[in-house]
């Protein structure tokens, strides 16, 4: 679901080093789409306010590519321990960077980036935003890959060692053509290969790629926003909410085991954010949130590091 001030673009597909166009030949010609290199320009970012008791401020940068126009609409993400980032686009790519820390810790740029278009069930790119609006991202433990899709409302299930996706379990409710499955998550704790799906609505369910997906109670949404992204790897849900309106732009609301850890609107740095990634430590958990841009010049693509001390 993007917010009233989406620009939304035509795919294009990836070919070396650029950003290349997606071929109209047949789907069961075309080969598997390669990862195209890029480079990213970081602007630090300042939060803007000060951080809510128990969160201190990581560093923030805003993301721009002087190599391709598909640096944009990025919908959901995943940072890894080793500080990989892997975040999926609603105009049906895949982007993957190194996250760049100073010799304190604070986010200050992206290194290593490279993006590709998704694959379909065939293993061709995906094509136009009926087939490649994707928006929520999950990777298990055994390193498999779902991403969420609305429109055509799915779950695709990516091998860990590459090749072509498989449908996983979706739940069977009615969703809006542009309101789907913003939030999925990994969930360990319900299983290996299970995964929380919340519609943004505020709908929750735990699936199971071995069986199916029941509905799951995770608290209200604040009135007026919708669950844009989850992150359940922690002994407590984290859940992403946002809303806009043209008078106060765009707002989150971030919640930890049901209470409110971070509140964002006009004066801090904020966008529309709609992904978020925590990586936990021993020193504490640092949560990463991303905003999709929608194609639009008059917003940013912001990652923002915020350190929770719990």
């Known amino acids: 679901m993007r917010s009233a001030l989406a620009v939304l673009a035509a795919l294009a597909a990836l070919s070396a080093c650029a950003a290349p166009e997606r071929h109209s030949e047949p789907a069961a010609s075309q080969p598997e789409p390669r990862w195209a290199a890029v480079r990213v320009t970081a602007t630090p970012v300042p939060l803007g306010i000060e951080a809510p008791a128990g969160l201190r401020y990581a560093g923030g940068i805003a993301l721009t590519s002087p190599d391709t126009s598909r640096l944009h609409g990025l919908s959901d993400l995943r940072v890894g321990t080793d500080g990989r980032l892997v975040a999926v686009s609603d105009d049906g790519d895949l982007f993957e960077a190194k996250l760049a820390l100073d010799a304190q810790g604070q986010l200050v740029g992206l ?70 499955l913003e939030a999925l998550a990994a969930w360990p704790a319900k299983g290996a290969d299970a995964y929380l799906a919340g519609a943004e609505d505020g709908r929750t369910f735990v699936c199971r790629l071995s069986g199916a997906c029941a509905p799951v109670d995770l608290g209200a949404a604040p009135s007026g926003f919708g669950l844009v992204a989850a992150d359940m790897e922690g002994p407590e ?38 992904a978020m990634s925590a ?13 999709d841009d929608n194609f639009s010049d008059g917003q940013r693509t912001l990652l923002l590091a915020l350190d929770w001390a719990q």
């Open 279 to 291: 990586v936990r430590g021993d020193g504490g958990t640092r949560i990463y949130l991303l905003s």
């Open 237 to 274: 849900p984290l859940l992403l909410y946002r809303a806009w309106d043209p008078v106060r732009g765009s707002r989150i609301r971030l919640k930890a085991g049901g209470r409110e850890l971070l509140s964002l609107e006009r004066p801090a740095s904020v966008d529309n954010f709609e």
């Open 111 to 180: 290194s290593d980036a490279r993006i590709k278009p998704l694959t379909g069930e065939t293993g061709a790119a995906l094509q136009g935003k009926a087939e490649g609006d994707a928006e929520g991202l999950a990777v298990l433990a055994d390193g498999r890959t779902l991403v969420s899709f609305e429109r055509d409302h799915r779950v695709l299930v990516y091998p860990a060692g590459g090749g072509r996706p498989v449908r996983g379990p979706i739940p069977d409710v009615r969703m809006g053509d542009n309101e789907g």
